[in-house]
């Protein structure tokens, strides 16, 4: 066992303080992994907020995990020391169900252990990447190519895997074309996988403030929710919208905007009940779908193809110092586009 400086939430919306955590012995097939960098997700705050249910303290947030193997155990073979590797949201699952089997480990049937607020199968809870090590079965880390920064690979392992298996599962390529709902963490990223794919990429958000940097990332165009013209402009032109925010949406007029057989999928998650006319679906047989994160091998295929297209996130890195007042920023949509710790700070 090892014991490692963390930042922790020591209770439900409580602020993030400096701590010790320990991390289990490395075992047979487990890989010590050196943190370098940790990406900040909305959905962080969510669970330290226990804005989705009641949650597991002192709470180690972070899922977005850019390392450097340390040490590995004796029957690892994937992985040896002074590999760059990630960690996204997910350190163990079942392994046997037909989920598992099919590379869906997200979907595992008994449910995966997740990087944090998790109980692991030793027992113990789980603690995510605000942290200077961590210890995972080599099973459910993956590799992050030389063509990668660290600092930027980073979000790729929840924003980048969020984005990614959405666009790859409806079929996203040349002809198709695809809206983004907001341009945040997850926005930016889809937007850029989107274009990288051969898609038409349109952003749709509130405003046009960040529109330029929206066409810069491959939007071919960029409209504002706020004006009633833009439901108008846009009706029946999408195959595929991809909604990243978690903020209530008038769903009837989203689903106006999607052609025959155009599906809406949501990949934000509220924290209050949504509301839907079940009426506003019928016609052009549209649907509204959900998605995960992707399996392990899809997260490899995701990393992968990020390196081969230049797709990073856009961060802005922060010290271990800054993650409360980084937590007011998310809260306030003030980044562009996802803050970054440095783990060397902790």
């Known amino acids: 066992m090892t014991t490692v400086a963390a930042y922790a939430a020591p209770a439900a919306k409580a602020p993030l303080e400096r701590t010790t955590v320990d991390r289990r012995a490395v075992g047979e097939n487990d890989v010590l992994i050196d943190i370098a960098f940790v990406g900040i997700c909305h959905s962080d705050i969510h669970q330290v907020c ?3 249910g009641k949650a597991i303290f002192p709470m180690v947030p972070g899922h977005e995990i850019a390392g450097v193997v340390a040490e590995t155990g004796p029957g ?12 996204g949201c997910m350190v163990d699952s079942c392994r046997a169900c037909a989920n598992c089997k099919a590379g869906l480990e997200q ?13 692991g199968k030793d027992g113990q809870p789980t603690y995510g990447g605000y942290a200077q090590k961590v210890v995972v079965d080599e099973n459910y880390v993956v590799r992050i190519p030389q063509a990668l920064s660290l600092d930027v690979a980073a ?12 666009l790859r599962h409806w079929n996203t390529g040349p002809g198709r074309k695809v809206a983004v709902v907001g341009l945040g963490g ?27 940097d929206g066409i810069r990332m491959g939007a071919g165009d ?3 929710t706020a004006d009633p013209a833009t439901f108008e402009d846009l009706a029946g032109r999408f195959d595929l919208i991809l ?3 978690s903020a209530p949406l008038d769903f009837g007029a989203y689903f106006s905007l999607l052609r025959t057989d155009g599906v809406m999928v949501n990949l934000g998650l509220p924290e209050e009940a949504a509301q839907l006319e079940l009426q506003s679906l019928f016609g052009n047989r549209r649907s509204m ?20 297209h230049g797709v990073a996130a856009e961060i802005e890195l922060i010290g271990a110092d800054g993650i409360n007042d980084a937590y007011e920023r998310v809260l306030a949509s003030d980044v562009r586009y996802r803050f970054v710790i440095d783990v060397a700070t902790i």
């Open 289 to 308: 779908s959900s998605s995960g994160i992707g399996g392990i091998a899809e997260t490899q295929e995701m990393l992968d193809f990020c390196a081969e």
């Open 155 to 166: 979000p790729l392992l929840c924003a980048g895997i969020t984005t990614y298996s959405p």
């Open 222 to 224: 960029y409209r504002a």
């Open 243 to 245: 909604n990243t925010v």
């Open 76 to 87: 690892v073979t994937r992985f040896r020391a002074g590999d760059r590797v990630g960690v």
């Open 107 to 119: 979907y595992c049937t008994e449910g995966p252990v997740w990087t944090y607020n998790a109980v």
């Open 50 to 52: 226990e804005g989705w």
């Open 186 to 212: 997850l926005g930016h990223v889809a937007v850029k996988l989107a274009h990288a794919l051969g898609a038409d990429v349109t952003v749709l958000s509130q405003s046009l403030r960040k529109k330029d």
